[in-house]
């Protein structure tokens, strides 16, 4: 249903039944799936592509050009997945060259004043409390739930399952499943009560809980951890996500607490 005060470029692609408040401005090279609605004064600017069912509220700029100064007007997009609700003054810029995309997931809810930057891939289920601040090529998977205030370090991964806590300073990769808070930031336990949310059994949080304390109460060093981890745990599906993550974390992982 497009409003009379409303601008739609004519090149837009959006469902039938996609409602439009007064005075959102939709530029051309945007899509925007059944049911969606777009609350008033949101901007979606070029390369945008929402999905289906979902709410966007005032204020919110979709699809903006990268704050980058590498980027050279490369065509690219800013994905919003399906069910997803972006609150009020939220923006989601543009991908660059490094990944030609930016993404946000499916059933997310991104709160007033977040930021997703450049080249972020956000995973499906995640939630983002008021004004965290995500810098560019930051990835954060499923299930993840990032506390108000949070900053992120361009680069940054955060594992799925993990619980951050308000106003945290993250300038390290938060493995999954756990707890992060304290400044500077350090891991606090496993997200034990996020889990059970989750349909974990108990059985395997525990056999999280062993693996972490491998890794941050055993006084090894996190390779010497992740060796011994493998050799002396049975192998399962989070015993081998956690191994593949920590192994991979190009900016290492969060320390212990001291």
């Known amino acids: 249903m497009k409003q009379p005060l409303a601008y739609v470029h004519p090149a837009a692609k959006i469902a ?41 509220f005032p204020g919110a700029v979709i699809g903006a050009v990268p704050q980058d100064l590498k980027y050279k007007g490369e065509d690219t997009t800013a994905i ?72 992120v370090h361009q680069f ?13 300073l993250v300038n390290k990769d938060i493995p999954p499943f756990v707890k992060a808070g304290r400044e500077p930031i350090a891991y606090a336990g496993v997200n034990s009560i996020g889990l059970r949310r989750r349909n974990f059994t108990n ?21 010497d951890a992740i060796d011994r981890i493998e050799t002396e745990l049975p192998a399962t599906k989070e015993r081998d996500e956690i191994i593949l993550f920590v192994r991979n974390a190009k900016r290492g992982i969060i320390r212990g607490y001291v």
């Not at 401005?25 to 945007?30: F, M």
């Not at 660059?96 to 997310?108: L, R, S």
């Open 80 to 151: 919003i997945g399906d069910n997803t609700t972006i609150r009020e003054f939220v923006t989601v810029n543009r991908g660059t060259a490094a990944k030609g995309k930016t993404v946000v997931g499916n059933n997310c809810l991104i709160m007033a004043y977040c930021h997703v930057a450049h080249d972020c891939v956000v995973g499906d289920n995640v939630i983002m409390s008021n004004a965290v601040q995500l810098a560019g090529e930051v990835q954060v998977d499923n299930y993840a739930v990032i506390g108000g205030g949070a900053l």
């Open 16 to 56: 039938p039944s996609v409602v439009i408040d007064p005075f959102v401005t939709i530029d051309q090279n945007v899509e925007i799936g059944e049911g969606t609605r777009i609350g008033s004064n949101v901007t979606i600017m070029e390369g945008a592509r929402i999905g289906k069912n979902c709410t966007i």
């Open 156 to 168: 940054c991964h955060i594992g799925p399952h993990v619980m951050l806590q308000g106003g945290a």
């Open 203 to 223: 059985e395997q949080i525990s056999e999280i809980q062993e693996i972490y304390r491998y890794l941050y109460l055993s006084g090894m060093n996190f390779s």
